[in-house]
């Protein structure tokens, strides 16, 4: 029987407290799949959360540990459950910097008192990234230790299956993956001993006292300082005027002046890669939360980030040797071809539910099949469990079916490939005839045992063969991705 959250936590707060609370109410979702609800006895309030994931969870737990050795203003660990599905933290309230900005971001100006809490929050930042990692054990990170190749190219490959395949844009899939790996190459080049937050923008700034709090940091690992700064100066939808992103660059760079360990040279030189790079994971993930699962309110933040690409355009600070990937972002600024789009307001709803969308996916036996969230439950289900599995390789164990090495694996099998040539004949017989007959959604599935190595590769190979499809839309996703790692 699955766990009842709101069951979970409050079963939690009475082994911590000995009583029962007066009130439960759950808090409002978010990007993630956690759970929070805000639990109050006798007239005091503390934040339980609830999340299956427990490697997420222990990421949280002991950074918020090393952060507090820090002292670091973060909440306060006070009960894990024996299972570690659930937590208690203190609460923060419920006003984020976010919070306090102008509304739709429409300002020249942000008031001083703004501007104050940004530079309080970046003084913390500088704190997170070079004080904090002498008590980090960065093996607790998730899904990663390290900002590395696998990191920018699941999050490119975020932005390419969820947000340009559904943009209307032609491209040419090659010359894409070209420039997607020169660009990793750009971003990895240089390793860091510092801890990269990796998602520092204003949303998980709480503001408690006048004061900045920080939150939602699981996600954090060690990386380059260049991207949290990134990060909270083109958060799309905080839309910070432009002269005021570089008044806080300069201070930032001013209080990280003489710090040991940190290079301004070294910064800036790449600092505007990772402002592409942190706007086009912003993309993927608008596309992904307001295009797959509905969630409207996040496509209302694509016109921001398109603004924040006609910025680097307009300095000519976008890199100049990605020309494929450069030309698909030139075309998302001038022709703004996301489905919706209102001129007059700059608001973007929801791709339309007209064409066919083929949704791809890969999963772990381990965990079921995936459900279809279509509400028509048509499609197919491939086991590829029987084909040779590289998981049992040591070489093989920590990569996925993404990887380079796994794929030459798998392609010099005629198992697999007899298997997917099978795989891919059913499902483009299946596409002409939903085509033909107007329907909406196709669902494909490949599991194995773990959904890390065959089952992503096939889907992998067979997005790509369908990709070439005119008036399809397809859409991928790994539903183990995370615990890859």
């Not at 390793?191 to 920080?214: E, H, L, V, W």
């Not at 919706?340 to 307001?345: I, L, Q, Y």
């Amino acid at each position: 029987m699955e766990n009842n959250p709101e069951q979970q936590v409050v079963g939690l707060f009475y082994d911590w407290k000995g009583k029962t609370p007066d009130e439960v109410k759950a808090l409002p979702l978010t990007a993630s799949n956690r759970k929070y609800f805000r639990i109050t006895s006798e007239g005091k309030s503390v934040i339980g959360a609830y999340n299956p994931y427990k490697r997420e969870n222990n990421a949280f737990i002991e950074l918020t540990r090393a952060f507090v050795k820090t002292k670091l203003p973060v909440p306060h660990i006070l009960a894990v459950s024996e299972d570690q599905l659930a937590y208690l933290v203190t609460d923060l309230g419920d006003t984020t910097l976010f919070s306090l900005l102008p509304e739709n971001g429409n300002t020249s100006t942000l008031h001083e008192s703004i501007m104050l809490l940004y530079k309080q929050a970046i003084e913390h930042l500088g704190a997170f990234q070079f004080d904090a990692p002498r008590h980090i054990d960065f093996s607790v990170c998730y899904p990663r230790q390290a900002f590395d190749h696998q990191s920018v190219m699941w999050d490119l490959n975020y932005f390419k299956y969820y947000f340009l395949k559904t943009s209307g844009l032609l491209f040419d899939e090659q010359l894409l993956e070209d420039d997607f790996r020169s660009f990793t190459a750009m971003l990895t080049g240089k390793s860091a001993k510092t801890f990269m937050y990796r998602d520092f923008q204003s949303r998980n700034i709480m503001i408690a006292d006048g004061k900045p709090f920080f939150i939602d940091y699981q996600g954090g690992r060690k990386g380059p300082p260049a991207y949290d700064m990134a990060s909270l100066l083109f958060d799309a939808k905080a839309n910070i005027p432009f002269h005021q992103r570089e008044e806080l660059l300069d201070y930032y760079l001013g209080i990280m002046k003489g710090r040991k360990g940190f290079s301004k040279q070294n910064f800036l030189e790449g600092f505007y890669y990772f402002v592409l790079m942190r706007i086009l994971q912003a993309l993927g993930t608008y596309g992904f939360r307001g295009g797959y699962e509905k969630k409207s309110f996040f496509l209302k933040s694509v016109p921001y980030a398109y603004n924040n690409l006609a910025w680097l355009r307009e300095k000519g600070l976008l890199p100049g040797n990605l020309p494929h990937l450069g030309d698909l972002i030139d075309q998302l600024i001038d022709k703004r071809p996301m489905p919706g789009v209102k001129s007059d307001e700059q608001e973007i709803a929801p791709p339309p539910d007209d064409g066919l969308t083929v949704r791809i996916c890969s999963f772990s036996y381990k965990k079921g099949i995936p459900a279809d969230n279509s509400g028509n439950g048509g499609g197919f289900v491939f086991d590829c469990r029987s084909l040779p599995n590289p998981g049992r390789e040591e070489a093989y164990k920590n990569l996925s079916g993404k990887d380079p090495e796994v794929i030459e694996y798998l392609q010099n099998s005629e198992e697999v490939l007899r298997f997917l040539e099978s795989a891919g004949k059913l499902t483009d017989q299946t596409v002409k005839t939903y085509l033909r007959r107007g329907f909406t959604s196709l669902a494909v599935c490949f599991g194995c045992t773990g959904g890390q190595h065959r089952s992503v590769f096939c889907a992998e190979q067979l997005a790509k063969k369908l990709s070439h499809i005119r008036d399809i839309h397809v859409v991928v996703q790994h539903f183990e991705e995370d615990n890859w790692a």
